[in-house]
């Protein structure tokens, strides 16, 4: 039914751990509701809307990392700076997007700098 096709549509959230968790209760801390609105942010840009973030990894109090729907490209954050590394990547976002299609992954844990790998492409 229409509760199972929403169901499909829930992050992955690893990395960290509830303590004492029960069934119906709310174990959302700080770090995960921050990852998750970092999460709902990125997938507002248009180089993810066909390509969306689904998964958040809490590695640390000093990283997350997030993963596409196609597991092609993560993202890495410090949760500290979610708002400044956001405004960092929106301007370069034009410039990421075309290197999308190798694109490996956007590190902006760095206050002034994004960082971007590429997928190492073998020729024939």
């Given at each position: 039914?229409?509760?199972?096709?929403?169901?499909?549509?829930?992050?992955?959230?690893?990395?960290?751990?509830?303590?004492?968790?029960?069934?119906?209760?709310?174990?959302?801390?700080?770090?995960?509701?921050?990852?998750?609105?970092?999460m709902h942010?990125?997938?507002?840009?248009?180089?993810?809307?066909?390509?969306?973030?689904?998964?958040?990894?809490?590695?640390?109090?000093?990283?997350?990392?997030?993963?596409?729907?196609?597991?092609?490209?993560?993202?890495?954050?410090?949760?500290?700076?979610?708002?400044?590394?956001?405004?960092?990547?929106?301007?370069?976002?034009?410039?990421?997007?075309?290197?999308?299609?190798?694109?490996?992954?956007?590190?902006?844990?760095?206050?002034?700098?994004?960082?971007?790998?590429?997928?190492?492409?073998?020729?024939?």
């Amino acid at each position: 039914g229409p509760e199972a096709s929403n169901l499909t549509k829930l992050p992955l959230i690893t990395g960290i751990a509830a303590k004492n968790p029960t069934p119906g209760n709310n174990v959302a801390d700080e770090e995960i509701i921050r990852g998750l609105k970092a999460m709902h942010n990125l997938n507002l840009l248009s180089m993810f809307k066909k390509n969306p973030i689904e998964s958040v990894h809490i590695n640390s109090k000093s990283r997350i990392t997030f993963l596409t729907k196609n597991k092609n490209i993560r993202v890495y954050m410090r949760p500290g700076m979610v708002q400044q590394s956001l405004k960092n990547l929106t301007l370069v976002i034009d410039t990421i997007e075309k290197y999308e299609p190798n694109l490996k992954h956007i590190d902006l844990s760095f206050k002034n700098k994004v960082v971007i790998k590429n997928r190492k492409i073998l020729k024939k």
